[in-house]
């Protein structure tokens, strides 16, 4: 089993309509969860980080946290072109702060 | 802008030749850094666990021989693929925690595309 497991993809959704991206994890004692955007070609770059179980809004962006079901989503309302990319959640387990990735799920949004 | 610097971006070399790459944090002190690899279309390996002043901590697999990491400075961490083989040829970025708490995001560097012919 790994240790940080995403939906394997890819997600396909409409311009305008919501994207949910679901993880989960394996270590118990995990302390802080992230959620990347990698285009391409490119490095990842943060897009939302929650610590405490519930949700986290920013903008367009909401992370959800479940600690009893092991459990992190991001949701992204109102979908945009834009918004195509691999996300890849992240959980750090304290401590030596090495984040785990998963393997990252594909989005396209269709315009 | 950028909070975490890496150069070069794209280096293509002989096999058998090393290649240097730096990760500097711009403004803010870095005492640990992490060096991941990518393959296409695959996620974030890390390598090594780059610590300002001492040896680094690499990952089960990494041989530490092959690639060198130094951390001389509190903003500054290297990493060298010495006597590089085409099986290197990879997507490497570097990472570093903003604040002092381990626990916080990181930012990535922008990665340096390296192919070895």
């Known amino acids: 089993q790994k240790e940080v497991e995403q939906n394997s993809g890819p997600l396909s959704v409409p311009e305008g309509a919501i994207a949910s991206l679901n993880c989960t994890y394996s270590?118990?004692?995990?302390?802080?969860f992230f959620w990347y955007r990698q285009y391409s070609g490119k490095s990842p770059e943060l897009i939302m980080f929650?610590?405490?179980?519930g949700d986290k809004e920013d903008g367009r962006f909401t992370a959800q946290l479940n600690k009893a079901s092991q459990y992190v989503s991001l949701l992204i309302r109102d979908s945009q072109p834009s918004d195509s990319a691999t996300y890849l959640c992240?959980?750090?387990?304290?401590?030596?702060?090495?984040?785990?990735f998963g393997d990252g799920t594909t989005l396209t949004v269709k315009p | 802008g950028a909070v975490v610097s890496q150069h070069p971006s794209r280096v293509i070399c002989k096999s058998g030749t090393s290649v240097k790459i730096e990760c500097r944090s711009l403004?803010?002190?870095?005492?640990?850094m992490f060096w991941y690899r990518q393959f296409p279309k695959k996620s974030l390996m890390l390598m090594a666990t780059?610590?300002?002043?001492?040896?680094?901590?690499?990952e089960q697999g990494v041989e530490k021989d092959k690639f060198l990491i130094n951390h001389a400075s509190l903003t500054l961490s290297t990493l060298t693929v010495t006597s590089a083989h085409p099986e290197d040829s990879s997507f490497y970025i570097c990472?570093?925690?903003?604040?002092?708490?381990?626990?916080?995001?990181?930012?990535f560097g922008n990665g340096t595309r390296l192919t070895v012919t």
């Open positions: 990472s570093a925690p903003r604040t002092g708490d381990p626990n916080s995001p990181l930012h």
């Open positions: 270590d118990r004692g995990s302390q802080s």
């Open positions: 929650i610590y405490s179980n």
């Open positions: 992240a959980v750090n387990g304290g401590g030596a702060g090495k984040s785990t």
């Open positions: 403004d803010f002190q870095a005492t640990t």
């Open positions: 780059s610590n300002e002043g001492s040896k680094a901590t690499y």
